[in-house]
């Protein structure tokens, strides 16, 4: 499929370029961030009738794994308001790159903070860091206390509030967007997931990139600020580290950048750049949304609790079983699946290197799980919103005259035949994926791994449908 | 490289420049909408006049607060917002009606105190084992105090019972006594066996062994006598105050007494200690004097509250009027 350039519409370009709508969309999602944090801490302890969680956890989540993460891939980075302090302590400015200084003449918008700004000496991000396993470690630590993360919305406002601190915290001692690309626990899977998304940033000529002595879009210049991300666009061949921050497109003096809709699913099929942590990634979100819909959708109450007891015996118990099947067991079998569908067993770095490639073939299948377990819950208590809307804090508001409005599933006889169709259309993802992957060298099959999906599948739709 | 990043004194050329004025209405609407919510929600929550109660289950606090100060004739606005399960909240000894509390909704009630004294606020869902514990008071000063008039004490004081005491008979009745079925002997029973006083103190053990030496009663069977026991007890009570009684108990007792008075409520099964109103040897060897006793001052180390200072002197009547349906059912053959 021919690649499309959204660049090349002159309307769609000027609104990426400018830097308003962007700051708008920032602001506005920075405010709703505050007031999350606020009605977490201040506002009922109910969490159906708390903005804190139904806002971040219903609304919110609904709009990432159902639509940002699935279209536009790092979407939500592109407006995420947690790095916005931290950036603002970096640049010393909202909109854009100060004015350079010149000889003894200051800066027009010197101010403290930019004192402040020029006496950091931010350091690179540690080379043995430079990874997401951080970003696994730190999804599989909210995921261990999701039952309370998910319910309670003073906890939820710590953790939002600790995402914040962590941002401006890193902002203030490494380069760049540091706490996006290496610590964020949900840039981590929105990462792997974008690489399924139809939307992608990438140059349109390697060789004008090659030539620009300047590498502005690394570096930046007065129209924009160095890729935060830490990403040299001329060489993306993949969405997994592109935050689609839009800087490039401001910084490139050739116009080379272009954002383009492609086939879905293109960057499962690049060769180049899969890893390990990425791979681990994929069995995480898997094993998650498995377990989250044993928990929290299941019939099992004995589970529920257990999950919820947080420190208790039994709940050691669940972590233990949940870390086991996330880390081990999963990875196990594929592993197994792996070895019986290449030809190269005894080689054992061509086997880890077929494993980690065969794990990308995982990625659909855990978006795809994702949205089946997302569609139950969401439509399940998306009408909690209009309360919580005009009550955010539950103390008797009325702002939009939406207080009184009853909790009413919505779509719930559809949503199974969604879930059906979404689980199978994920394994068919998945097994093509696989295919496509054992092709890469001669002798290799996917029936293993696909059987493997295969299983998978069963099980989630036995989880969701019954 | 990161200061040159940041500053850009690697770029050789610095054609534009930030537009100023943008920048600091990026700053304006940053600081409008980030400081301005928080602060928009503070203004709007320092308006508020209304005392907000907290409902919790009591092992996580009960009402909070849990003491409240009014004036006479004064309103006292009152949002109460439940923090975890469905919960209730009246006022005793008011009559108004009871309000449900739910979980993170706001419920607005305005109480205006006609008389001054120590008014108690109590939980009418049944929330949890220590439901009866949910409860707070509410001291109504007035403007023109006046002083209390002397409360009578309770009967049991004044017949100086012990309402602890145990008080089982050891008795086995074949079926248990009926009102109805006394009432067809058609017998008239002397007067001083159906006063107000005998309903009161005496326990119907006690008035079955004075019938049984009756001449009246002479050629009844014992379960007659029963029968008769029950006729004089029902004497005493109407239908309207045994619905009424039968309401109260639904709402407030059978938690822990149960809905058939078999001391097998949900709640009561957690104490253990629930008495069964079904059970003829305990029942019948007490009086009205003593249910009175127990239900306004609680049953010791039992986990019986105490309902003196929520149910009027009426309520309470009518509570005991039903509890002793258990014993003398109207409908039994």
């Given at each position: 499929m021919k690649r499309s350039d959204l660049t090349r519409i002159p309307v769609v370009k000027a609104l990426l370029v400018n830097r308003w709508p962007q700051f708008i969309l920032r602001i506005v999602a920075l405010a709703g961030f505050v007031v999350a944090i606020l009605a977490g801490l201040l506002g009922t302890p109910v969490g159906s009738r708390n903005l804190s969680i139904v806002f971040v956890w219903i609304a919110w989540w609904a709009l990432l794994i159902l639509a940002a993460v699935p279209l536009f891939g790092r979407g939500w980075c592109t407006v995420c308001p947690i790095p916005m302090a931290g950036e603002w302590l970096q640049n010393g400015a909202l909109l854009g790159p100060r004015k350079r200084e010149t000889g003894d003449q200051r800066s027009e918008t010197s101010s403290n903070l930019q004192s402040l700004v020029s006496s950091l000496?931010?350091?690179?991000?540690?080379?043995?860091?430079?990874?997401?396993?951080?970003?696994?470690?730190?999804?599989?630590?909210?995921?261990?206390?999701?039952?309370?993360?998910?319910?309670?919305?003073?906890?939820?406002?710590?953790?939002?509030?600790?995402?914040?601190?962590?941002?401006?915290g890193a902002a203030l001692i490494f380069e760049r967007r540091a706490f996006c690309r290496y610590l964020c626990p949900v840039g981590g899977f929105i990462g792997l997931y974008s690489q399924v998304a139809p939307l992608e940033v990438r140059v349109r000529d390697t060789a004008v990139c090659a030539a620009h002595t300047d590498k502005t879009c690394y570096t930046g210049n007065e129209n924009g600020y160095g890729c935060p991300w830490g990403v040299?666009?001329?060489?993306?061949?993949?969405?997994?580290?592109?935050?689609?921050?839009?800087?490039?497109?401001?910084?490139?003096?050739?116009?080379?950048?272009a954002i383009q809709i492609r086939p879905v699913g293109a960057d499962l099929t690049v060769a180049r750049g899969r890893k390990l942590d990425e791979a681990f990634k994929a069995f995480i979100m898997l094993g998650s949304a498995v377990v989250y819909s044993a928990v929290?959708?299941?019939?099992?109450?004995?589970?529920?609790?257990?999950?919820?007891?947080?420190?208790?015996?039994?709940?050691?118990?669940?972590?233990?079983?949940?870390?086991?099947l996330i880390l081990g067991a999963l990875p196990g079998l594929f592993y197994l699946a792996t070895w019986a569908g290449t030809a190269q067993r005894g080689n054992r770095r061509a086997l880890r290197q077929r494993f980690t490639a065969n794990a990308y073939a995982l990625v659909p299948l855990g978006l795809m799980a994702w949205i089946a377990f997302s569609l139950s819950f969401v439509f399940a208590n998306i009408s909690y919103l209009w309360p919580v809307m005009s009550d955010p804090f539950g103390w008797g508001w009325d702002l939009f005259g939406t207080a009184a409005l009853n909790w009413t599933p919505y779509l719930s006889r559809v949503v199974p035949a969604l879930q059906t169709l979404v689980l199978v259309g994920g394994l068919a993802w998945a097994a093509g994926t696989a295919r496509k992957i054992a092709a890469e060298k001669r002798g290799g099959t996917a029936v293993p791994v696909i059987i493997y999906c295969f299983f998978i599948t069963v099980g989630l739709l036995w989880l969701l449908i019954g | 490289m990161a200061a040159d990043w940041l500053t850009h004194r690697g770029v050789k050329s610095a054609k534009k420049s930030v537009n100023l004025s943008g920048e600091f209405l990026a700053r304006f609407l940053l600081a409008l909408l980030v400081i301005g919510t928080p602060l928009w929600i503070w203004a709007a929550r320092r308006g508020e006049t209304a005392v907000t109660v907290h409902a919790l289950m009591p092992e996580k606090g009960g009402f909070l607060p849990d003491t409240l100060t009014a004036a006479v004739g004064v309103?006292?606005?009152?949002?109460?917002?439940?923090?975890?399960?469905?919960?209730?909240?009246?006022?005793?000894?008011?009559?108004?009606?009871?309000?449900?509390?739910?979980?993170?909704?706001?419920?607005e009630v305005t109480l205006t105190f006609a008389e001054p004294g120590t008014y108690t606020y109590y939980c009418t869902r049944w929330c949890g084992p220590n439901h009866w514990r949910m409860r707070g008071t509410i001291e109504v000063t007035g403007a023109e105090e006046r002083e209390a008039p002397p409360a009578s004490p309770p009967l049991y004081v004044e017949l100086e019972l012990d309402i602890d005491a145990p008080h089982e008979l050891d008795i086995l009745l074949k079926t248990p006594p009926s009102a109805a079925r006394g009432a067809e002997l058609d017998i008239t029973l002397p007067s001083e066996f159906l006063s107000r006083d005998v309903y009161l103190t005496q326990t119907p053990f006690e008035v079955w062994q004075a019938l049984r030496l009756a001449s009246e009663t002479a050629a009844l069977t014992d379960e007659d006598v029963w029968d008769l026991v029950a006729a004089a007890w029902h004497s005493q009570t109407t239908d309207e105050q045994i619905q009424r009684g039968q309401t109260l108990y639904n709402q407030n007792c059978a938690a822990c007494h149960g809905s058939g008075g078999g001391g097998d409520g949900v709640f009561g099964q957690a104490f253990d200690q629930a008495s069964d109103f079904t059970d003829s040897q305990t029942m019948l060897g007490a009086s009205t004097a003593v249910f009175d006793g127990k239900i306004r001052r609680g049953g010791m180390g039992t986990g019986m509250p105490y309902w003196g200072t929520i149910f009027t002197d009426e309520e309470i009547d009518a509570l005991i009027a039903y509890l002793w349906t258990f014993q003398f059912p109207m409908d039994n053959e």
């Open positions: 000496r931010l350091r690179p991000w540690p080379k043995r860091f430079r990874n997401i396993w951080l970003q696994n470690g730190g999804f599989l630590l909210l995921a261990l206390f999701s039952a309370v993360v998910l319910t309670q919305p003073m906890v939820t406002a710590v953790i939002l509030a600790a995402f914040l601190f962590l941002a401006v040299f666009p001329g060489g993306l061949i993949k969405n997994t580290y592109c935050g689609a921050c839009l800087e490039c497109l401001r910084t490139c003096p050739h116009d080379n950048i929290m959708l299941g019939p099992w109450g004995w589970l529920k609790t257990t999950a919820y007891s947080v420190g208790s015996l039994a709940w050691l118990g669940y972590a233990l079983a949940f870390l086991l | 309103p006292l606005e009152l949002n109460l917002i439940s923090d975890d399960v469905m919960h209730g909240f009246a006022v005793g000894q008011t009559g108004w009606p009871a309000v449900d509390v739910k979980p993170g909704q706001m419920t």
